[in-house]
């Protein structure tokens, strides 16, 4: 399989999982050579004569239970009768049983199905004598804490046990006390740590000029093959959509795809008929690549777990990788925190000029040129038919046509595109004042200040609506720059404030947009909106559409209203 030399997990772990009661805490990156370090040993372990699960590995996803199997299935090459079960939702769970009942020796599991194969009294855990928790930290990040606590409580006492993650939460913390035995902790560099071999770059945009910088990046970097990250699933599909309308190789990933669209992009990706994916964090989880060049963040996650799993990606087998964070003013102080927990330096990225671009294209298009094979035997014969075709033509010429052929569109595009202005974070007045602004305003109503109109919108925090959100969607649906005063952010309604000159405009421009689902309605508040957190009451995402208006008029009409009914 092309291992010559165990990596630091393999080397560490393997004995210690060779040995009895020995629990272990494995603090590494993604690509470290996980897998091998615990499946090497179990497989060892495993007494092939008794067929009832002697090893149980839980993950986080379906993919990621897949990926594990089949890497066990290869180590187990050689190990004759030696049974490996994926157990996973989404596949039919009878077909699952069946299996069980013929017996199996290591069960990789997910949470959730393996729990309902338990209730169904149709796995048998008591003779596992190994349980690894891979990917531990996301496992907890998707809700799995109470599963994995009933799972474990129906594992015997005396097996070893082995959690492999790449952060330390608090929920890791509180399983390793509770099930395990002083277990023994190793780091693979150091904890927190990003992999040494990622290099971090940063680039700082207006909202508006995000996927024209997006763009940018990736036709600088011609080879690149890499994973576009978003936060949601409707941005994950709007990005792609552009790219492949753009002419670009991509495709999204997300949990609104079905599962044989799911496989079938993620197949497409790993034999490289993609080169861009374009996913959620949750989508992403099992898709082990090892040559990834790129990660690119579309905006930076909430978490420094998750932007550890995310550039994790790249970088992989010793090789080396980049991970790029395409990000706004406000996000500065998360680059900031991240800094400081992985111990890694980002540098902050110049954008590429259209100039620069072309010239980087066109020397990739001369590289491969000058290393294509040429099979003499197929195109011998059409050769003479072709040189009286071109004999007209001296080299020169040959060369410029080839090459506009190819680059025409791209040398096009550039010649016209205005540069994309990188912001310069210490004097862009506007984002900072926005900032403090919004940390002046959390859960507060109060009055316009001086020059501006405060605006009603028909969505909040229920909805997804965040501050960042929130001017995202002003930047892009609303034509030039509008200046924005406080904002106050309510479950199920917000205000904010624009320069009364431009209230009109930013009306027009949300009007009807459409925000994951729901059409955006923005007006000026009424005078008696907003003052204050709690005057509005009830929930207007669970009524009808139609009802949305009755939920913006002033709250004393509303009251009275409702005094009157119940009279």
């Known amino acids: 399989m092309g291992y010559e030399s165990p990596m630091p997990v ?25 897998t091998a370090a615990f499946g090497l040993p179990i497989i060892q372990k495993i007494d092939v004569t008794k067929y009832q699960p002697q090893a149980l590995i839980l993950c986080p996803t379906r993919e990621l239970c897949l990926q594990i199997a089949d890497d066990l299935n290869e180590y187990s090459k050689y190990v004759e009768n030696l049974k490996v079960l994926p157990v996973y939702g989404g ?21 959730g199905r393996l729990l309902d194969l338990m209730n169904r009294k149709t796995v048998d855990l008591s003779a596992v004598k190994n349980v690894i928790m891979d990917e531990a930290d996301e496992m907890l990040n998707m809700g799995f804490t109470d599963s994995i606590n009933a799972i474990l ?68 970097y011609p080879n690149i093959y890499g994973i576009i990250f978003c936060r949601t699933r409707k941005e994950t599909q709007e990005i792609a959509d552009k790219l492949i309308q753009d002419g670009y190789n991509a495709d999204s990933l997300h949990g609104e795809l079905s599962q044989a669209q799911r496989d079938y992009v993620m197949q497409k990706f790993r034999v490289k008929n993609l080169q861009l994916l374009v996913a959620t964090d949750v989508a992403a989880r099992g898709l082990d690549v090892d040559d990834l060049t790129h990660v690119i963040n579309y905006g930076l996650p909430d978490d420094v777990e998750s932007y550890t799993h995310r550039s994790g990606r790249t970088g992989r087998a010793g090789k080396t990788g980049i991970s790029i964070a395409i990000c706004h003013v406000k996000e500065k ?22 100039k620069a671009i072309c010239e980087k294209q066109l020397f990739n298009l001369v ?16 050769m003479p038919s072709i040189f009286r075709k071109l004999e007209w033509l001296d080299k020169e010429d040959i060369i410029k046509r080839m090459v506009s052929l190819e680059f025409n569109r791209l040398l096009d595009y550039y010649r016209d595109a205005d540069e994309i202005q990188v912001v310069d974070e210490r004097s862009s007045r506007q984002d900072d004042y926005q900032e403090k602004n919004r940390s002046n305003s959390k859960g507060t109503g109060r009055a316009s200040q001086e020059g501006y109109a405060r605006m009603f919108i028909n969505i909040g925090k ?57 059409r955006i309605s923005v007006e000026i508040a009424q005078p008696s909106e907003g003052y204050g957190k709690g005057k509005r009451s009830g929930n207007p995402s669970t009524k009808s559409r139609s009802n949305d208006k009755e939920w913006r008029k ?12 119940r009279r």
């Open 10 to 34: 393999q080397e560490e772990v393997i004995p210690l999982l060779l040995g009895e009661d020995n629990d272990v805490i494995a603090l590494a990156q993604t690509g470290t050579g996980k």
């Open 91 to 111: 596949s039919s769970i009878e077909s699952q049983i069946k299996t069980l009942k013929r017996g199996v020796h290591i069960v990789v599991a997910t949470p």
């Open 153 to 220: 409580a129906e594992v015997p006492p005396s097996r070893n046990m082995l959690l492999f993650s790449a952060t330390m939460p608090q929920g890791i913390a509180n399983i390793t006390k509770k099930y395990m035995k002083k277990p023994k902790e190793i780091v693979i560099g150091v904890k927190n740590e990003g992999n040494k071999n990622i290099k971090h770059i940063y680039y700082m945009v207006h909202a508006r000029d995000k996927y024209l910088a997006l763009k940018r990046i990736v036709d600088y």
């Open 333 to 354: 102080g998360k680059i900031k925190e991240i800094e400081r927990i992985l111990n890694k330096k980002f540098e902050k990225g110049v954008m590429p000029t259209g």
């Open 367 to 382: 590289d491969q040129i000058e290393k294509v094979k040429v099979n003499e035997e197929e195109i011998g014969t059409l």
């Open 462 to 518: 229920a909805d997804g609506l965040y501050p960042n959100v929130l001017i995202d969607l002003i930047n892009i649906h609303v034509p030039g720059k509008v200046q924005i005063g406080k904002i106050d952010l309510l479950s199920n309604f917000s205000f904010f404030e624009v320069e009364e000159g431009e209230a009109k405009r930013v009306i027009k421009s949300l009007k009807g947009v459409d925000f994951d689902g729901r």
């Open 554 to 565: 002033p709250f004393a009409e509303r009251g009275a209203a409702k005094r009157k009914n």
